[in-house]
């Protein structure tokens, strides 16, 4: 008679969550039905934001159109393109001016901006929150939310580290149609905040 042997239960360690790094959300999500539903990278979670909707492409073209002009020479204006914040950081940004021209990142993406817009329309307190500390703990000079549910823009300047822990910016201005905006990388221009907000 045989004896029943059984086999010793195998301890199994819990699931632990992917840390991702850049390279590896870039390989994985390049793929045009992925991209589809707009990842990005934060601190090493991916984020996915769904489907655009036709407002937030619509603004989105609009300060495209608009920053192009105005960032003619020696910038490129990128839209929700790679911004590489840091190791395990890309959060693909709305819009994003850098300096130089378009051969400057052939072969590498840029890791700052000089001007960093993002188009709200779901997604409002993660643009003021997250983001908001994300880009000033980058250093990233300014700051814009096209607010489109409250018709504002709101301006964020001057990141600073504060002493509690994370960044922020210092300087937090909300306009409307009717005033205007100099971008601090472009002194000299004035922006009708209308021509945002349409």
């Known amino acids: 008679m045989s004896a029943l042997v059984t086999p010793p ?24 039905k992925l991209k589809s539903r707009r990842p990005y990278l934060i601190r090493g979670v991916v984020w996915e934001q769904g489907e655009m909707n036709p407002p ?10 608009l920053l192009r002009r105005v960032f003619n020479v020696g910038y490129r204006v990128r839209v929700q393109s790679p911004l590489l914040l840091a190791q395990d950081t890309d959060p693909e ?26 188009v709200s329309d779901t997604s409002i307190f993660e643009d003021q929150t997250t983001k908001a ?9 300014e700051y814009w939310i096209v607010d489109i549910n409250e018709n504002r823009l709101l301006v964020m300047r001057d990141p600073q580290v504060i002493e509690a822990g994370g960044s922020a910016y210092r300087s937090v201005q909300e306009l409307r ?22």
């Open 9 to 32: 239960v195998q301890k199994q360690s819990p699931p632990v969550p992917k840390h991702w790094s850049v390279e590896d959300f870039h390989d994985v999500f390049s793929s045009s």
């Open 56 to 65: 937030h492409a619509f603004y989105v073209d609009v300060v495209n159109e």
């Open 93 to 118: 940004p709305d819009i994003a001016v850098v300096r130089g021209t378009a051969m400057d990142y052939r072969f590498a993406h840029p890791t700052t901006a000089e001007l960093i817009v993002e």
């Open 133 to 141: 500390e994300l880009y000033a703990a980058a250093g990233i000079p």
């Open 177 to 198: 149609a009717g005033q205007s905006i100099s971008p601090l990388a472009a002194p000299d221009v004035c922006i009708a905040v209308a021509e945002l907000l349409v």
